[in-house]
Structures are given as C-alpha cells and as structure tokens.
C-alpha cells in the first residue's frame, strides 16, 4: 500500500515522502496515529504544494537574515556604565545588556542570539559576534564608555 507521510517517521523516511509499506502497517499504525494518508494523486498534489510553500518561506527568511546580518556588520553601539578605579566596570555589560541597546536601535534581536565567551568588565571596544542562524552570524562592534 502506497502511503504519503505526514511526520517524519523515524524508520520510514520523512514527512512528504511517498513510501510503499504492508495494509496492515499502513492501517493499524501510520493512518490512526495520522503519521501518513493514503497516497493519491489529490493528496500527493496537495503535500508538493505545501513542500513549494514552506521552501519559499524558508528562502524568505534567510534572506530576510542574511540582510539583517548585512545591516548589523554596519552597526556599532555604544553603552554607558559607571567606573571606578583603574577604569573597571561597576557590574559588567552582558548579552542581556547588548540585546537591549540594539531593540534601542529597532533591531530585535533576542538575548541568547548575542555571543559573549564572558561578561564585559572593562570600557573599551568589542566586537561581538551575533547568531541569527545556524549558518549566519554578523559582527557588531560594542563600545564601552564612562557615564
């Protein structure tokens, strides 16, 4: 029996895949637990425009990304904190801190997106590497300066 998955099936293959299996697999497991449907033309049409539809969306947002990641090689921020001796930090500057300033820029990047090995404690320049994805990341360059 011939059957069109729905989910990705860890012995079977992957949603949108058309897959040959026994009845009784296909009836006794795959259709009740809606892991696949029977593969018709209608449903086979259907699954191949929703698969067109999601690769479209995905290319949009990477390319959405890739000019977010543009814009933000571009992109420096400055951020003020109070020192004390021997120009350190009161506090530090954090990925927290850094997210914030740049939603102040009308960039909204989310806090675990900012890439510190470790809190900044001293003024100064930095650059910091940001995560948008998997495959694209940006430099920003962060500056530190007296309040």
Same mark, same amino acid.
């Given at each position: 029996? @011939?059957?069109?998955?729905?989910?990705?099936? !860890?012995?079977?293959?992957?949603?949108?895949?058309?897959?040959?299996?026994?009845?009784?697999?296909?009836?006794?497991?795959?259709?009740?637990? @809606?892991?696949?449907?029977?593969?018709?033309?209608? &449903?086979?049409?259907?699954?191949?425009?929703? @698969?067109?539809?999601?690769?479209?969306?995905?290319?949009? !947002?990477?390319?959405?990304?890739?000019?977010?990641?543009?814009?933000? &090689?571009?992109?420096?921020?400055?951020?003020?904190?109070?020192? %004390?001796?021997?120009? @350190?930090?009161?506090?530090?500057?954090?990925?927290?801190?850094?997210?914030?300033?740049?939603? %102040?820029? &009308?960039?909204?990047?989310? !806090? $675990?997106?900012?890439?510190? !090995?470790?809190?900044?404690?001293?003024?100064?320049?930095?650059?910091?590497?940001?995560?948008?994805?998997?495959?694209?990341?940006?430099?920003?360059?962060?500056?530190?300066? $007296?309040?």
């Amino acid at each position: 029996m @011939k059957v069109l998955l729905i989910q990705d099936v !860890k012995s079977l293959g992957q949603a949108g895949d058309t897959k040959e299996v026994s009845g009784g697999y296909a009836r006794n497991f795959l259709i009740p637990q @809606k892991m696949a449907i029977l593969a018709t033309s209608a &449903n086979i049409k259907n699954a191949e425009i929703k @698969k067109s539809k999601i690769r479209h969306d995905e290319e949009k !947002k990477k390319k959405d990304l890739l000019l977010l990641a543009e814009k933000l &090689n571009h992109t420096s921020i400055t951020i003020k904190r109070q020192t %004390g001796e021997n120009e @350190k930090l009161f506090g530090s500057v954090t990925n927290i801190d850094i997210a914030e300033a740049l939603q %102040g820029e &009308n960039i909204p990047i989310n !806090k $675990k997106a900012v890439l510190l !090995k470790e809190p900044i404690k001293t003024l100064g320049v930095f650059d910091t590497s940001i995560s948008l994805a998997s495959d694209i990341k940006a430099q920003i360059k962060v500056w530190v300066v $007296k309040e």
